[in-house]
């Protein structure tokens, strides 16, 4: 026997002393069926004890943990990945990560993110993630190659010696000039995060804002600070969030209009960068 704890989106197990040194999938199939469980392990999405397993024959004591989706979700859109990437030297790799895809893996798998597909091309077993777009946001993307090129950017991005910029579509224009509001994790939303004196500091500027064709505010946007959902959250406190926002803004129904557009480097090892990702279509 197993206690099982149900949420939303995953199952929880806790294995009990009837199921000791059984094997994975079989416990997971006193849930789901056994060909869903080995269909959920293969793809990355079986933790035990909060540690993902890709083995469905892994014997598993009594006492633990094992949490799994109740669904995997749909494969996101097809992509061809080499055409992607905007540069790529001995240390670094830069694409431009296109919307719906994880930069790094999830709850749900390690297989569709965009770490593991370029890595893939790359040749090379990790990717060192330096910094991250969210599921929805789309544009360039920058990654190391190795541990040393990882601390160097890393130190980069304190001394400011990199630069993004973004561009945002909003309904409403948008003063041009810094945007100072500090941001915390959301106390009530797991997974969001909200403006809060108490936050950590964030530092948007918003160079320009253009009314386009579609009535939008187009808006280019430098950040000084790499805080999770940061533009966002920005600009929904400002009452302008960005179009096609599923979490911080009024639409259920993305594309979202967020793209990283540029990021500038400098460096006296790497040299010189300016890389730059085309807007996508669904733009236009």
């Known amino acids: ?24 999938d079989k416990i997971m199939a006193t849930r789901i069926s056994r060909r869903k469980a080995k269909r959920i ?3 990355g999405a079986a ?9 469905a024959s892994r014997k598993i004591p009594a006492g633990t943990q094992i949490k799994f ?3 995997l ?9 080499q055409k992607r990437i905007l540069h790529q030297d001995d240390h670094i790799i830069v694409v431009n990560k296109p919307q719906l895809w994880p930069t790094d893996p999830t709850l749900f798998g390690d297989k569709f993110c965009v770490t593991a597909k370029v890595g893939q091309i790359a040749g090379i077993k990790k990717l060192y993630t330096v910094q991250r777009l969210d599921f929805h946001t ?54 969001r995060f909200v403006v809060d004196s108490k936050g950590q500091e964030a530092v948007t500027e918003i160079l320009e804002s253009t009314l386009v064709e579609n009535g939008n505010y187009q808006l280019k946007i430098k950040l000084h ?19 096609g926002d599923p979490w911080y803004g009024n639409s259920d129904s993305p594309p979202m209009l967020l793209h990283s557009h540029k990021i500038k480097l400098n460096s006296e090892i790497l040299g010189q960068h300016l890389w730059i990702s085309p807007l996508p279509d669904y733009w236009n």
């Open 138 to 191: 789309s544009g360039t993307l920058l990654f190391a190659k190795n541990s040393r090129a990882a601390a160097h950017l890393n130190e980069l991005f304190k001394r400011q010696r990199i630069e993004k910029y973004y561009l945002a579509q909003v309904g409403s224009e948008v003063k041009i000039g810094f945007i100072k509001e500090p941001i915390s994790k959301s106390g009530q939303e797991q997974g």
């Open 225 to 243: 600070t790499g805080r999770t959902h940061q533009i966002r959250v920005h600009l929904s406190h400002m009452e302008a969030p960005v179009i």
């Open 69 to 71: 989706p109740r669904e």
């Open 47 to 55: 933790f035990v004890n909060r540690h993902r397993v890709k083995i």
């Open 73 to 81: 979700p749909a494969e996101p859109p097809a992509v061809d990945w």
């Open 1 to 24: 026997m197993a206690l099982t704890c149900m949420h939303n989106s995953f199952i929880e197990i806790f294995v009990t002393k009837e199921l000791d040194n059984e094997r994975l």
């Open 41 to 43: 392990i293969k793809a």
